[in-house]
């Protein structure tokens, strides 16, 4: 490899490096090329990007874009080095587990990943990457937080209604005979029975004293008219 050649692929690598922001570094040595077919088969099936390349430039393409920001996975690179670049912070150690179970084998072996800026380093932290939580996962777990107090409330909210109706008839039961109990005898007692007694009386006694006196008063004349006549 020439050193065009060298700074081509030093320059493909960069812009992975640039794209994703979650890569893990393994070691794929004693695989055979059938193994390493299989297994960019998985990869790809997971969109997840496999590439193989040499530890010195992948350290100079590492390098070039932040030597500060990567110094934490220099020391993995060694040995035969297969990178795997993914969105999915976790789909690269899925894969390298159900690979290494379903071959029997301990290859590919996890030398470091970095995954958003944080670094883990050796084989060891594979089980834990497995069960990193996705982007998609995460918001689902805090859709579901938030959307259990909602459901809560529409529950509750679904409920009263039946336990209002429930309820109703025996609040107004005491409330309707205490209101004519108390209203009815009242009324009737203290303003009918004064009104009646007191005009009834007066309206009786009294005409028929006014109307008698001047029926007496009109037939005496006429009495005295009678006697007077024979005399003359």
């Not at 994703?20 to 004693?30: A, G, R, W």
């Not at 080095?81 to 894969?95: C, G, N, Q, R, Y």
């Amino acid at each position: 490899m020439n050193k065009e050649q060298k700074q081509e692929v030093i320059e493909t690598l960069k812009n992975k490096f640039s794209q994703y922001s979650n890569f893990y570094i393994t070691d794929t040595e004693s695989l055979s090329v059938a193994q390493v077919t299989n297994l960019r088969r998985h990869c790809f099936d997971k969109q997840v990007e496999m590439r193989v390349a040499k530890n010195t430039l992948i350290k100079k393409a590492l390098e070039s874009l932040d030597s500060e920001k990567y110094a934490g996975v220099y020391d993995s690179l060694h040995k035969v080095t297969a990178l795997m670049f993914s969105e999915s912070p976790k789909d690269p150690a899925v894969i390298i587990s159900s690979f290494r179970k379903a071959q029997n084998g301990e290859k590919p072996e996890l030398k470091a990943a970095f995954l958003n800026g944080d670094i883990f380093i050796g084989d060891n932290q594979l089980i834990n990457l497995t069960k990193i939580k996705t982007k998609n996962e995460l918001i689902g777990e805090v859709i579901g937080l938030l959307m259990s107090p909602i459901q809560r409330v529409i529950g509750a909210l679904q409920n009263r209604p039946e336990t209002a109706e429930a309820k109703a008839p025996e609040e107004k039961a005491p409330e309707v005979p205490e209101a004519k109990t108390e209203a009815a005898p009242e009324v009737k007692s203290e303003t009918a029975p004064e009104a009646k007694v007191e005009a009834a009386p007066e309206a009786k006694v009294e005409t028929p004293k006014e109307e008698s006196a001047p029926k007496a008063d009109e037939a005496k004349p006429d009495s005295d008219n009678t006697e007077k006549a024979p005399e003359a």
